[in-house]
């Protein structure tokens, strides 16, 4: 008894262990390098919101097996027992009373109903293509958050960076700045100036690591990933980081003296500084988008899921009116049954078969239900058309925007040289005493600015063309489907089969 016992118990945990298994949460490895797609997959794998959707997939599909029994019999069994009386005993003067055992069984058949089954089962269908649809938004939805925040976690990367930048250029200008200081070249406003903004950019940094933390913790939040270890995310294509960290020469100003000393040509000093150029964003290219905006409004009106769903709906809602319109019409049913009672009237005991037509309906309750059935399906043709509007508008906004910064990128990337060469042409001019130190520090916020305008409006166009290929439900790389849960669901009950052949093996090697 124990053995069988602890079998039982075994057979428990294996199964729950198993189902545990196929929901199990896909964690990221200890310093990992991860890449968009490989972020994509683990938010799908993780996230409840999929499940969640996956479930309701099920019991839509359990729903059109509901609707399809009613074409199968329906057998009813009981028994029980009945009180019999029996003849006037005059010995005892009373009447004799026995208790009889009973028995029915019956088989009862749906022959016609006028459409109303047909009608439900049609209506559960297309509530199951519209679970179909709903499963399809949810990965697009999962999908496109993953794209939202990979971008922020990239942008906020780039903004340390330059923020690191610049701590490294203020740190340059302060040690030089205080090398003019006790030579007596420079004032003591220019070193205060300089060490107030080495302690801004200080600050500035800080605050740029915080808002990359914060961006990273986002990030897990989409692919549903809590303790994550530390790890890294690669570049794409349209975000291409570059080593940002600037040349040694910022930093390692050991003999300071060779600063003082002008350059032969002092012409030529606005070349000697080349230090401070450090884009942050290199070889930044991208395909235009190849499609048009009327194309794009076809595209999304072929792939909306959502829309589909909406649609599906409208269908299953019209199939819910014709049901509910032919509720007063009568349904018949063939049956066939077998009674036996222990008596002494053989009437009671035998087989017997039935037809029956019959119907039961309340002609106000029909009345109000086929109202709200119509207001229902029309409550779903209007969702569609608002859908269909918005996604006009949704379309319309994220094509402009993504054509603007098309087109504003390129500008960016010429302010950023422009910025780099003033700051060129400052430095050197400050370097031979021909430029004070407010235009070099203009300079410098010119150029810090026009790398993190540069850096905004790059993570913008990402996000726009991600915008616009979510509106338009553009086909992804890694995507999860309807028929990849199928076929996982299919090896799941595999795996579960050849898990419980194996518990019987082991119970029978016990038993030997």
């Not at 729903?63 to 029996?86: D, N, W």
């Not at 003296?257 to 606005?270: H, I, N, Q």
């Not at 048009?292 to 409208?314: H, M, Y």
């Not at 509007?389 to 402009?400: G, T």
Request: hydrophobic letters at 40%; proline letters at 2%; one cysteine or more.
């Amino acid at each position: 008894m124990k053995k069988q016992i602890k079998i039982f118990l075994l057979i428990i945990s294996l199964l729950t262990s198993l189902r545990v298994q196929a929901i199990q949460t896909v964690q990221i490895e200890k310093n990992a390098e991860l890449g968009l797609n490989e972020c994509i997959k683990i938010a799908l794998n993780n996230s409840p919101v999929v499940r969640s959707s996956i479930l309701n997939l099920d019991i839509a599909k359990s729903s059109v097996g509901v609707a399809k029994s009613a074409y199968f019999p329906s057998l009813t069994l009981g028994a029980g027992y009945r009180q019999g009386f029996g003849e006037r005993n005059h010995n005892m003067g009373s009447y004799q009373t026995r208790t009889l055992p009973s028995f029915d069984a019956s088989l009862s058949q749906l022959l016609w109903n006028f459409g109303k089954t047909g009608a439900n089962i049609r209506m559960e269908k297309f509530n199951k293509i519209a679970a179909e649809y709903d499963f399809d938004e949810t990965v697009l939805t999962t999908i496109f958050n993953v794209k939202l925040q990979y971008y922020g976690v990239l942008a906020a990367k780039s903004l340390m960076e330059v923020a690191k930048l610049n701590v490294q250029i203020n740190e340059r200008n302060y040690q030089r700045t205080l090398a003019y200081f006790e030579e007596g070249i420079r004032s003591k406003i220019d070193l205060v100036n300089a060490e107030v903004n080495l302690s801004d950019s200080k600050i500035s940094l800080v605050q740029a690591e915080n808002t990359y933390k914060n961006a990273i913790v986002t990030l897990n939040n989409a692919m549903y990933v809590a303790y994550a270890p530390e790890y890294s995310i690669k570049n794409t294509e349209t975000f291409n980081l570059a080593n940002p960290y600037v040349p040694m020469s910022l930093t390692n100003i050991e003999n300071y003296k060779k600063l003082l000393e002008l350059p032969d040509d002092v012409s030529s000093a606005v070349y000697a500084v080349q230090a401070e150029k450090s884009d942050v964003l290199k070889d930044y290219t991208f395909e235009k988008y190849p499609y048009t905006f009327e194309k794009s409004v076809i595209i999304a009106k072929e792939n909306r899921p959502d829309l589909k769903a909406l649609n599906a709906t409208v269908k299953a809602m019209r199939q819910y009116v014709l049901l509910t319109k032919r509720q007063y019409l009568p349904e018949l049913r063939g049956g066939v049954g077998y009674s036996y009672a222990n008596n002494r009237n053989y009437a009671d005991s035998g087989m017997n078969v039935s037809l029956n037509l019959s119907t039961t309906f309340n002609m106000m309750q029909v009345k109000n239900e086929v109202d709200i059935a119509n207001s229902q399906l029309n409550l779903a043709k209007t969702e569609v058309d608002l859908l269909n509007q918005n996604l006009y508008f949704d379309i319309q906004s994220a094509y402009v925007d993504m054509i603007q910064l098309e087109k504003q990128i390129p500008l960016l990337e010429t302010k950023v040289r422009q910025t780099l060469e003033n700051l060129e042409l400052a430095d050197g001019r400050y370097m031979v005493g021909l430029g004070d130190y407010i235009q070099l520090q203009d300079a410098r916020v010119n150029y810090n600015n026009a790398q993190s305008s540069y850096v905004q409006a790059v993570y913008n166009y990402n996000v726009a063309r991600a915008t616009l290929e979510r509106e338009i439900a553009l086909p992804q790389e890694e995507t999860l489907t309807v028929e990849e849960v199928k076929d996982y669901q299919k090896d799941l009950k595999k795996q579960e089969k050849e898990q419980a052949k194996n518990l019987k093996k082991s119970k029978k090697k016990d038993n030997v």
